[in-house]
């Protein structure tokens, strides 16, 4: 026994060992590297957009450093790689961008904003190309900017407009008698509708068609305006699905060129002068940000804009990179507050909203905060529900046109299974001491009690929520009611009514912060700073896939976005004020 307890302690010893060594050599190789890992930017180079492994607008920083050194790829946000095509216009070692087979995660309020910073990239007089095997409908969005579009022969274009899906659970829930009890208000608060409906509202179905048109307006005006060709000749494309080959796409003159991709890279060259037998030279986006990065603008001014990023579901807690968190937000808040350098703020939020307890935590930050500095809204691809509870009270609120708001509107759903345990034998009974002393039980019928109790809840919350946007806004009550109950909104339906101040992203917002705060030069600074615990770091060694990693392996990207979804939904608890659908555009 105690010769196998030698060769134990002996392998654990080696493990340790082994362990700090490895930690010790990045670790050092981290403090003493320094910039020797940026890629160095070669004069007649070209930037590669690739955009896969950028997925939000803030990357996050964290009070543990250790937490940073393990990020993994995702070390460039969204507004960094904006920063950085900004840069590259006057770069004289930079001479155009390539797009080649392009796929992102990002929302298309996201794409606009790129786009935007493209177009201008072009008017610098350098090029924008692009290649792709197959354009899907999204990505040929944010490809239909560049100056010439290469489609591989035997590859196919989507381009047949918008459409979305629901689907009810009504009679699902009558077979299994698993029931999804609901209390809600607002007549457009869907997100409760399939579990108490096999049929879509005409509330709903309206919503969700001025929605779509909405998006669509906005994308073809884009693409009309890039490809010089009219909306009703997009419009008749896409009903006919007249672009779906190479030659069809080509005669609609949404692409330029059938060719492959060395013929695409061949016409580089020649843009370049670069020999046939040679490489032109190339650096990744991220690389390039990464470089943008070690030279921050106007270093020498004592001014900052702080950049608060909110981004994900709205939850009780710490928060984090993909969830928002009270804790995270109203430390910044109070930070920016009272640091004498900062002279505003600028919220960016990418959230379809939560709990109401916690947007009505973040509300009260912004507002002690707006007191004494100015606070800007810079919305992404959704600022809905909590988001907009969020955003309500700022001193000027920047949308797209395609951002997804509004859904000013509050529901409760609590699952029941008492149905389903009666069926398979199983019976519960409680025990009180008082009337009401008994808490919600999934396994106990909802009482007339509890519904109503907790619909008083939801009508004060909704009160609540509707007061704080005709306050904020300055609108009446009655406005908000009206254009509340829980619809959703486009940015640029949300201009016409009043819950946005002006369509810009986030470029316009920091100008507009500027503005109020009297500065001409400045430097941002972003928040939050998460106080991550030490075991969660573990989840993004760079030598080590975490759970979330090996299960998108295993099932795929797009059934790890359901399984992402389906976990957001089992993790909400309290009263939501969250956006009734998500609206994925492929």
Not at 269 to 284: G, S
Not at 423 to 435: D, L, N, P, R
Not at 507 to 533: C, Q, W
Request: aromatic share 10%.
């Amino acid at each position: 026994m105690r010769f196998l307890g030698n060769v134990l302690a002996t392998i654990v010893g080696l493990f340790v060992f082994i362990m700090i060594f490895v930690f010790g050599i990045i670790f050092i190789g981290v403090i003493f590297g320094g910039d020797s890992e940026l890629v160095k930017v070669e004069n007649n180079s070209v930037i590669e957009l690739n955009l896969k492994n950028v997925t939000s607008d803030y990357t996050g920083k964290f009070t543990d450093p250790l937490v940073t050194l393990f990020q993994g790829e995702n070390k460039v946000g969204f507004t960094e790689i904006l920063n950085a095509i900004g840069n590259a216009k006057t770069d004289d070692n930079i001479k155009g961008i390539t797009i080649v087979n392009n796929y992102s995660m990002l929302g298309m309020a996201q794409l606009k904003e790129l786009r935007d910073e493209l177009n201008r990239f072009k008017k610098s007089g350098k090029f924008i190309v692009s290649y792709a095997d197959v354009y899907s409908q999204k990505e040929y969005y944010l490809n239909s900017v560049a100056d010439t579009i290469y489609l591989n022969p035997l590859g196919e274009m989507d381009f047949k407009g918008l459409s979305s899906e629901v689907m009810f659970f009504k009679t699902l829930q009558e077979k299994t008698g698993v029931k999804m009890e609901v209390i809600r208000h607002g007549k457009y608060k869907s997100a409760v509708e399939p579990f108490i409906s096999d049929n879509m509202s005409d509330a709903n179905r309206e919503q969700i068609t001025a929605l779509l048109n909405s998006v669509w307006s906005g994308i073809a005006s884009d693409i009309a305006t890039s490809r010089k060709i009219s909306i009703e000749e997009l419009n008749t494309v896409a009903d006919g699905l007249l672009a779906r080959t190479p030659e069809m796409a080509k005669a609609a003159k949404l692409i330029d060129k059938v060719g492959y991709e060395d013929q695409f890279h061949a016409g580089i060259k020649k843009a370049l002068k670069v020999e046939k037998d040679k490489e032109y030279k190339k650096i990744d986006i991220v690389d390039y940000a990464l470089n943008n990065n070690t030279k921050p603008k106007n270093e020498s001014s004592e001014n900052r804009i702080a950049v608060i990023y909110a981004q994900g579901e709205i939850r009780s807690g710490e928060g984090g990179v993909n969830y928002i968190g009270e804790k995270s937000m109203n430390r910044a808040l109070k930070e920016a507050r009272d640091n004498k350098n900062i002279k505003a703020i600028v919220l960016r939020i990418d959230s379809p909203g939560g709990s109401a307890l916690t947007s009505e935590l973040i509300w009260r930050e912004i507002e002690l905060t707006k007191k004494v500095k100015p606070v800007v809204v810079s919305m992404g691809n959704v600022a809905a529900s909590g988001g907009y509870y969020i955003a309500c009270n700022a001193d000027k609120i920047f949308a797209e046109n395609s951002t997804i708001t509004g859904s000013i509107g509050v529901f409760g759903m609590l699952p029941n299974f008492s149905t389903l345990t009666e069926k398979i034998g199983i019976h519960t009974e409680q025990v009180s001491t008082h009337t009401n002393s008994a808490d919600y039980s999934p396994f106990v019928p909802l009482t007339d009690n509890f519904r109503a109790f907790t619909q008083e809840s939801i009508e004060r919350i909704y009160k609540t929520f509707v007061n704080r946007v005709a306050t904020g806004r300055k609108l009446t009550f009655e406005q908000v009611d009206e254009i509340g109950q829980g619809r959703v909104w486009t940015g640029a339906e949300a201009l016409k009514i009043g819950l946005v101040d002006e369509i810009g992203g986030m470029d316009k917002a920091l100008a507009e912060a500027a503005k109020l705060a009297k500065i001409k030069e400045y430097r941002t600074i972003n928040f939050p700073e998460f106080d991550t615990k030490f075991g969660e770091m573990f989840a993004g060694f760079p030598f080590a896939s975490s759970k979330a990693a090996l299960i998108e392996e295993e099932i795929g990207t797009e059934n790890y976005k359901i399984w992402q979804r389906v976990k957001e939904i089992s993790n909400r608890s309290g009263i939501q004020t969250v956006m009734p659908y998500e609206l994925i555009i492929k």
